[in-house]
């Protein structure tokens, strides 16, 4: 199973634009990238994934490197909102098997 | 509104007892997850299910057992066997299992404590 790589914690002002780090350095060719967060007792939430291009949606922006061994999650203009543990995560070749590390704990600071 | 619904939010475990957690979807999806998250800790698999009548064992299935008897439902039984139960339990779904690209859709979770 691939492994995914995130800095424990990161702050951000308010308003202004978060990027969130994320390594996989072991990541497979048919790997896909999907990025979740989660506020404190409730299920994690859907952001975006992708595989090999940059995707944009309206909660984000996910950026991945030409080697496809990091990527990174960019939220446009950080709100209070925003606040949570950010999980970058792998799914397994055989299917659609989540593995999650212990994210980045996004603070947003007013 | 489409969804996941998990029940009830808490729950308490007396020593040596099974207790069943519910989670009920209205997505219409095939594949359905159990997952456990200890404080400060990502979330681990625990079982999941391709299709009705089908599941199959995660990374920490010892413990506990399931069913899934019908396309919406797909309870956890958290059995005497498990000897560290209390941890916070999310149910999710996913259109399908074949291919690695389905976002999966997660409930609120509940709550296991041990008296």
């Known amino acids: 199973d691939a492994k995914t790589t995130q800095p424990n914690s990161m702050e951000s002002n308010e308003e202004e634009p978060v990027h969130l780090p994320c390594n996989h350095s072991?990541?497979?060719?048919?790997?896909?990238i999907h990025w979740y967060r989660q506020l404190p007792s409730q299920g994690p939430e859907y952001v975006i994934h992708?595989?090999?291009s940059n995707v944009n949606n309206r909660m984000a922006s996910l950026a991945i490197a030409e080697d496809r061994k990091s990527s990174t999650l960019i939220l446009h203009r950080a709100t209070l909102r925003d606040a949570a543990v950010y999980y970058c995560i792998l799914t397994d070749r055989g299917g659609n098997q989540f593995y999650f590390g212990t994210g980045t704990s996004l603070t947003v600071i007013p | 509104d489409g969804g996941i619904t998990q029940s009830p939010k808490y729950l308490f475990r007396k020593e040596g007892q099974n207790v069943t957690l519910s989670c009920e979807q209205n997505l219409n999806h095939d594949a359905m997850y159990w997952y456990r998250q200890d404080p400060g800790q990502g979330l681990r698999l625990i079982y999941y299910s391709q299709i009705v009548n089908d599941f199959q064992k995660g990374d920490i299935a010892e413990g506990y057992s399931v069913s899934r008897e019908k396309k919406e439902s797909f309870p956890l039984t958290v059995t005497s066997a498990q000897k560290n139960p209390t941890a916070f339990y999310l149910c999710a779904s996913s259109i399908g299992w074949q291919g690695n690209n389905q976002p999966q859709h997660f409930g609120d979770g509940t709550r296991l404590s041990i008296l």
């Open positions: 992708g595989l090999t």
């Open positions: 072991t990541i497979s060719g048919t790997d896909y």
